[in-house]
């Protein structure tokens, strides 16, 4: 077998050393930021690359080294990456996740018109993708105040604004919309997160955990990060997993696949949908 691994994480987070054991050649394409310490004789061949999110000339060389290398799969788990893998695999020939699939979970607008009024148990907000301060104000008459705001196809809880008023749109106004927006709906409550395995297409493993502070709060310096994971005993484990399940057999899934959802719950228990991604967590 033969695996090509699109890498933009430093080696403390994230080590691919031990995948020589599962392939006769490892072609490392890495973000030359953090290809350091990667102990490069692990690989068959490895590259970095400067401007490593917007250089295309990462594809043009994955290409030529197929040539060579004849790739069987892909890996690549920051969700920035996601579409690049897919449109390689499509223009491959190489089996996994299509372009399609990739985008359902890269932009959070197409990810839940296709949930949308097909959950039963689990809400999903209300939602409008705002391209400018007109759609803002409209989704704003139509749900009222708060409303939180999302890049369409960021990650983690990188650019989350929370509008809670008038002053808080003065000053979201001043600073410009300059991207697609996922303006949602605004629930108040707990935040957990679901993670788990599918594999041909069988739901292998789901686990919940609880984070400690909501991620909205990323933008704060005093923000928390971390979850612990329920016990088997917690009955919100159960309702939770569930709920996340309607949404894990709605969505295009790739036949093998990790996830990481999340979802709040309220104080009256309802299970608000937030996002999932089809990449591991973290």
């Known amino acids: 077998m033969s695996i090509l691994i699109l890498n933009r994480f430093p080696y403390i987070w994230k080590n691919y ?16 930021k953090v290809i350091e310490p990667y102990f490069t004789d692990s690989f068959a061949h490895y590259e970095s690359f400067l401007n490593f999110h917007n250089n295309d000339s990462v594809s043009l060389r994955v290409k030529d ?32 996740q299509n372009v399609q699939s990739a985008m359902q979970f890269r932009n959070k607008i197409k990810m839940k018109k ?4 097909k959950c039963q148990k689990i809400r999903i907000p209300k939602f409008k993708q705002v ?14 105040y708060p409303i939180i705001l999302k890049p369409i196809d960021g990650a983690g809880a990188a650019g989350i604004t929370l509008l809670e008023n008038e002053s808080d749109l003065w000053k979201y106004g001043r600073e410009g919309i300059h991207h697609k927006i996922d303006a949602e709906q605004f629930f108040s409550g707990e935040e957990y997160h ?18 400690l502070e909501p991620m909205f709060h990323y933008q704060d310096q005093k923000f928390v990060s971390g979850s612990y994971m329920l016990q088997q005993d917690n009955p919100l484990k ?12 709605t969505l295009d899934f790739p036949e093998s696949a990790v996830f990481h959802g999340e979802c709040l719950i309220t104080e009256s228990e309802e299970i608000i949908f937030i996002e999932i991604a089809c990449r591991p967590g973290g």
């Open 17 to 32: 050393n031990n995948f020589n054991k599962i392939a006769d050649d490892v072609v490392f394409i890495s973000d030359q």
């Open 238 to 249: 159960s309702k939770i997993e569930e709920a996340m399940k309607e949404v894990i057999v």
């Open 194 to 211: 679901i993670d788990g395995v599918i594999e041909d297409r069988d739901l292998k493993l789901i686990y919940t955990s609880k984070y």
């Open 65 to 96: 080294l197929h040539e060579t290398f004849k790739f069987d799969r892909i890996v690549a788990v920051s969700e920035y990456d996601l579409v690049r893998a897919a449109e390689l695999r499509e223009n491959l020939g190489i089996s996994g």
């Open 131 to 144: 391209e400018d301060i007109f759609d803002l104000l409209t989704f704003i008459d139509e749900v009222g």
């Open 114 to 117: 296709a949930l949308e009024k």
